[in-house]
Structures are given as C-alpha cells and as structure tokens.
C-alpha cells in the first residue's frame, strides 16, 4: 500500500452581495450610461451602504468617476483611496488614462493617490513573479512524482527504475527547498491576496510535499499563517496531519487517505477519533463523514 496526499483547493466563501447592493449597482449603471452621473453616484452609495459599506472594487472605481463627473470631489477621491488602500488597487494605466479624472489631477492629494497605485503596482509584478516561480516548482514536483507512481506500477516498489526516479525527486526536492527558504525568509507566508488563491495552495502544496525534517522547519509559518488567515484550512489540516502521523502515527484532522493494493481507499490512523469532527470545526472545514464520501469510505 502507499499513502494518498490529498489536496482539495477550495476558495474561501466570501459574503455575497444583498440584492439589495446589485439593484442599486444596477441602476447606477444604467443611468451613468446615460450620463445622469449624479443620480448614479447616489446610487453606487445606496449598493455600498446596502452592504455594510463594502463594495466591489469595480464599482468603487465607477462610483469614483461618477463623483468626478459630478464634481464632487472629495467623494471621488473618497472611493479611490477605498480601492487603492484596501484593495490594492494597481491598475495605473486606467487611473492614469481616466478622462473623468482630469478634473481631479490638480488637487493635492492626486498624487499620492497614484504613487499608492504604482506601490500596489510593484507589488503586484513581484508578487506575480513570485507566484511564476511556485507555479514553475509544482509543475516540476507533480511530473516527477507522476512518473514515480508509473514506475511504481510497472516496475514495483523495489525497482531499479524507482529507486533512480527516487533519487530524481530528491534532487527536485532539494532545489525547492533553497528556493523556499529564500521566499519563506524574505516575505514570510504569502496569502492568496498575494499570490492568488492558486499561488497560495501551491506554496502549501510544496511545503506539505518536503522532506519531513524539512516540513517541520516550515511550521512556524504555517501556524503564523493559520492565525492570520493566509492559508487555506485545508491546506493547514494537511500540512499538520503529514507532521502527526510522521511523529506520531497518528494524524490529527483525518485529511490523509491510504490506498490498498485492489486500489480501495482508507482512512490511515488518526488520534481520537470521536473528537476529530470538533477539531476540523475548529479550523474551519468540514465534517470527516462528508470528505470520506469522496473516497466511498463509510466507516472510520
């Protein structure tokens, strides 16, 4: 039998929009289309307090050219900080480029508008160059590991041909690792606001797959990153259960599956089990039973 490492790369659920909110956007919409720019300001401020004051970062930015039009410019400067303060907003080009902005651009607080955008916009194209980087390191892991698993099928787990491809991850591994560290060290644990919600479970994805020594090195930041909500439950419940079960036998939140020889699934040990859906309620995922039917596991 071998051991299964599953990821389940769910986005985290977010507050959805009252239909209240998407009335009102709707409406501001249509009457900026018809340049009744300010009824359609009164209108984005009727979505936005709809919805606690929260508001999409798209239409914060028409609500902003919407105040402008209007000539309301303290409530246009309002929106636009809103998005390039919260929501890191770093399309310069557009903000730049914005005819409705023109009246906007001799007032003081323009430019520190726009060097808060070009901030967000450096941000950006490190933090997207660092997410090409992880994004390059998983496609390496998983193609190895693929041919691992083939080798393992063919040729059997004693194999010459697996012991050579054994060596051929450890050397992957290794190179990952160096380049992990360096991430790790200068940037600490990046969040999916960094790095995308697939750049995020990536970097989790090949912190789980390290060497066990390794992996253990990493925990620190992925309990810091646990607290702060910069890593997907899932993500953390994996990475904490390949720990357990490699220092104790047992994992903790029933995330890993093991494989039979006839290709049926089980679940491997885990530590008081009648307790385990009280732990996976704590750290935000659901209960066993329900991620056990992915696998046609009835009992544990």
């Given at each position: 039998?071998?051991?299964?490492?599953?990821?389940?790369?769910?986005?985290?659920?977010?507050?959805?929009?009252?239909?209240?909110?998407?009335?009102?956007?709707?409406?501001?919409?249509?009457?900026?289309k018809?340049?009744?720019?300010?009824?359609?300001?009164?209108?984005?401020?009727?979505?936005?307090?709809?919805?606690?004051?929260?508001?999409?970062?798209?239409h914060?930015?028409?609500?902003?050219?919407?105040?402008?039009?209007?000539?309301?410019?303290?409530?246009?400067?309002?929106?636009?900080?809103?998005?390039?303060?919260?929501?890191?907003?770093?399309?310069?080009f557009?903000?730049?480029?914005?005819?409705?902005?023109?009246?906007?651009?001799?007032?003081?607080?323009?430019?520190?508008?726009?060097?808060?955008?070009?901030?967000?916009?450096?941000?950006?194209?490190?933090?997207?160059?660092?997410?090409?980087?992880?994004?390059?390191?998983?496609?390496?892991?998983?193609?190895?590991?693929?041919?691992?698993s083939?080798?393992?099928?063919?040729?059997?787990?004693?194999?010459?041909?697996?012991?050579?491809?054994?060596?051929?991850?450890?050397?992957?591994?290794?190179?990952?690792?160096?380049?992990?560290d360096?991430?790790?060290?200068?940037?600490?644990?990046?969040s999916?606001?960094?790095?995308?919600?697939?750049?995020?479970?990536?970097?989790?994805?090949?912190?789980?797959h390290?060497?066990?020594?390794?992996?253990?090195?990493?925990?620190?930041?992925?309990?810091?990153?646990?607290?702060?909500?910069?890593?997907?439950?899932?993500?953390?419940?994996?990475?904490?259960?390949?720990?357990?079960?490699?220092?104790?036998?047992?994992?903790?939140?029933?995330?890993?599956?093991?494989?039979?020889?006839?290709?049926?699934?089980?679940?491997?040990?885990?530590?008081?089990?009648?307790?385990?859906?009280?732990?996976?309620?704590?750290?935000?995922?659901?209960?066993?039973?329900?991620y056990?039917?992915?696998?046609?596991?009835?009992?544990?």
């Open positions: 039998m071998f051991y299964l490492v599953v990821y389940y790369p769910l986005v985290g659920h977010s507050q959805a929009p009252t239909t209240m909110y998407e009335y009102n956007v709707k409406v501001a919409d249509s009457l900026f018809g340049e009744k720019f300010s009824e359609a300001s009164s209108f984005y401020s009727k979505a936005f307090q709809s919805f606690g004051w929260k508001g999409a970062t798209y914060r930015f028409m609500a902003a050219k919407s105040w402008a039009a209007s000539g309301v410019i303290d409530s246009a400067f309002s929106n636009l900080f809103n998005i390039a303060e919260k929501a890191y907003y770093s399309d310069l557009a903000i730049e480029n914005e005819k409705l902005f023109i009246n906007l651009q001799n007032d003081d607080r323009w430019q520190k508008l726009i060097d808060i955008v070009k901030k967000n916009l450096n941000k950006k194209q490190e933090m997207d160059s660092i997410k090409g980087i992880l994004l390059k390191m998983l496609e390496e892991d998983q193609e190895v590991r693929k041919q691992l083939e080798n393992i099928s063919k040729f059997g787990m004693n194999s010459k041909q697996n012991r050579l491809k054994s060596k051929t991850l450890k050397k992957v591994s290794k190179k990952h690792i160096k380049k992990l360096q991430i790790l060290e200068k940037y600490g644990w990046l999916a606001t960094d790095i995308g919600t697939d750049g995020n479970i990536v970097l989790s994805t090949l912190v789980a390290a060497e066990p020594r390794t992996r253990e090195k990493y925990l620190p930041f992925v309990e810091k990153a646990f607290i702060e909500k910069k890593i997907q439950p899932q993500s953390y419940a994996i990475i904490k259960d390949k720990h357990s079960l490699w220092k104790t036998g047992f994992q903790i939140y029933g995330s890993q599956i093991g494989v039979n020889n006839d290709g049926s699934y089980f679940l491997l040990p885990i530590q008081e089990k009648k307790d385990v859906n009280s732990r996976r309620a704590e750290v935000g995922i659901e209960p066993l039973e329900f056990l039917k992915e696998f046609k596991i009835t009992t544990y």
